[in-house]
Each structure stands twice: as structure tokens, then as C-alpha cells.
């Protein structure tokens, strides 16, 4: 059985173990936001956070998973965070706070051989917002669960296509304003959509 004392050591390490793996993404979005991906090398990471390479390669494979580990953890985050999203600006703005507080590294990553990677994390998080979104519309009504799941689906899609090209479009317009236009247009549809939904099923007395 772990003593007291390895307890704390434990502990303590696992606490240390977070703060180095947290230098290291913070470090490496530094970078990220002042050059392209692929002039960030291991080297220039270990420099900028003052570690060694080994300590990098003992957390991490290569920059690749380091992306990928920065990603997983800001979808946790979004996860953890987000709640019920009342409108589609909202989950916009909550899906994309990540991206709007780094354009340039995301932009830099958008541009670079992680394009997919960064495109997996923003569906993931549309995708949730979406459908927590999606589901809040739906109260109160007798939807059919497979009608939440498509539209949740086709907003997603809607909505992450808009927000590829607004960064491909290298994130000129101010994102808010950006989406807000969208969202005054399709304001009230999903709600219209599960009404004629909900119309649509034979009455349980028929």
C-alpha cells in the first residue's frame, strides 16, 4: 500500500508533469503565433519553454501529437465549459474562443499539414454546441429523436463550413458581426422545423 509520503511525492509529481506539458503548448503557441508550422522545430519549442529535448520527447511523440494534445485539451475545455447555447452567435462564439484568442497560430495551422486536425477540432466543437443548442429548441415539443440528430448535423455542417471560410478568408471580418448576420437570418428556424416536425406525427388518439 502507497504511504503518506509516496502519496505526496505523487502528487507532486503529477502536478509537475502538468505544469511542464502546459509550458511546453504555451510555448509552442507562442511560436505558432509568429511563424508558419513548419518552421517550428522540437529545438526551437525546448529553447522557448528552457527544457531539454528529451524532456519534450518524453511527453510527445513529435510536434504532431503536441497538436493534437493541444486540441484534445481545448475540446475538454469547450466541453466543460460551453452549457446550453441559446443562440447559433453564441455557439459560434464559444466553439471559435480559442481561434479568435490565437488567429495566428490558427491561422498558421490552417495553412500547414494539420489543416485536418484543426478542422476535426472545430466540428467536434460545433458539433456540441450545436447540439446542446439544438436539444434547448426542442423542449417542450414531441420531437423524434432522430429529427434532433439530423438537424443538429446539418447546422454543424452549416455552421463549420461558414467557419472555414472565414478563416480562409484569413479572419478579416470580425467573427461576431460575421455570424451574428447569419444567425438574424436563420433566427427561429431550427424552432420552426421541429413545430412542423413535431405536427407531422400521427396523433397518439388516431
Same mark, same amino acid.
Given at each position: 500500500?502507497?504511504?503518506?509520503?509516496?502519496?505526496?511525492?505523487?502528487?507532486?509529481?503529477?502536478?509537475?508533469?502538468?505544469?511542464?506539458?502546459?509550458?511546453?503548448?504555451?510555448?509552442?503557441?507562442?511560436?505558432?503565433?509568429?511563424?508558419?508550422?513548419?518552421?517550428?522545430?522540437?529545438?526551437?519549442?525546448?529553447?522557448?519553454?528552457?527544457?531539454?529535448?528529451?524532456?519534450?520527447?518524453?511527453?510527445?511523440?513529435?510536434?504532431?501529437?503536441?497538436?493534437?494534445?493541444?486540441?484534445?485539451?481545448?475540446?475538454?475545455?469547450?466541453?466543460?465549459?460551453?452549457?446550453?447555447?441559446?443562440?447559433?452567435?453564441?455557439?459560434?462564439?464559444?466553439?471559435?474562443?480559442?481561434?479568435?484568442?490565437?488567429?495566428?497560430?490558427?491561422?498558421?495551422?490552417?495553412?500547414?499539414?494539420?489543416?485536418?486536425?484543426?478542422?476535426?477540432?472545430?466540428?467536434?466543437?460545433?458539433?456540441?454546441?450545436?447540439?446542446?443548442?439544438?436539444?434547448?429548441? +426542442?423542449?417542450?415539443?414531441?420531437?423524434? /429523436?432522430?429529427? $434532433?440528430?439530423?438537424?443538429? *448535423?446539418?447546422?454543424?455542417? @452549416? &455552421?463549420?463550413?461558414?467557419?472555414?471560410?472565414?478563416?480562409?478568408?484569413?479572419?478579416?471580418?470580425?467573427?461576431?458581426?460575421?455570424? +451574428?448576420?447569419?444567425?438574424?437570418?436563420? /433566427?427561429?428556424? $431550427?424552432?420552426?422545423?421541429? *413545430?412542423?416536425?413535431?405536427? @407531422? &406525427?400521427?396523433?397518439?388518439?388516431?
Amino acid at each position: 500500500m502507497i504511504n503518506a509520503r509516496e502519496e505526496k511525492e505523487e502528487r507532486e509529481r503529477g502536478i509537475g508533469m502538468q505544469y511542464t506539458k502546459r509550458a511546453i503548448m504555451e510555448g509552442f503557441l507562442k511560436l505558432l503565433n509568429e511563424r508558419p508550422f513548419d518552421k517550428i522545430s522540437v529545438v526551437d519549442i525546448a529553447e522557448t519553454c528552457k527544457i531539454n529535448r528529451n524532456t519534450f520527447y518524453y511527453y510527445y511523440q513529435d510536434v504532431y501529437a503536441l497538436v493534437d494534445d493541444v486540441f484534445r485539451l481545448e475540446t475538454q475545455r469547450f466541453m466543460e465549459q460551453s452549457g446550453s447555447c441559446k443562440s447559433w452567435d453564441e455557439v459560434f462564439v464559444k466553439a471559435t474562443a480559442f481561434t479568435q484568442a490565437n488567429r495566428h497560430a490558427v491561422y498558421h495551422i490552417y495553412n500547414s499539414i494539420n489543416r485536418d486536425r484543426l478542422e476535426k477540432y472545430l466540428y467536434d466543437v460545433i458539433e456540441a454546441g450545436m447540439t446542446s443548442f439544438v436539444r434547448t429548441e +426542442a423542449e417542450g415539443l414531441s420531437v423524434p /429523436e432522430e429529427d $434532433i440528430v439530423a438537424l443538429s *448535423s446539418f447546422y454543424t455542417a @452549416a &455552421l463549420l463550413g461558414l467557419t472555414v471560410k472565414w478563416l480562409g478568408d484569413g479572419m478579416k471580418t470580425d467573427a461576431q458581426n460575421y455570424i +451574428a448576420d447569419i444567425a438574424r437570418l436563420l /433566427e427561429g428556424s $431550427i424552432r420552426f422545423a421541429f *413545430s412542423h416536425s413535431a405536427s @407531422a &406525427l400521427p396523433d397518439k388518439n388516431d
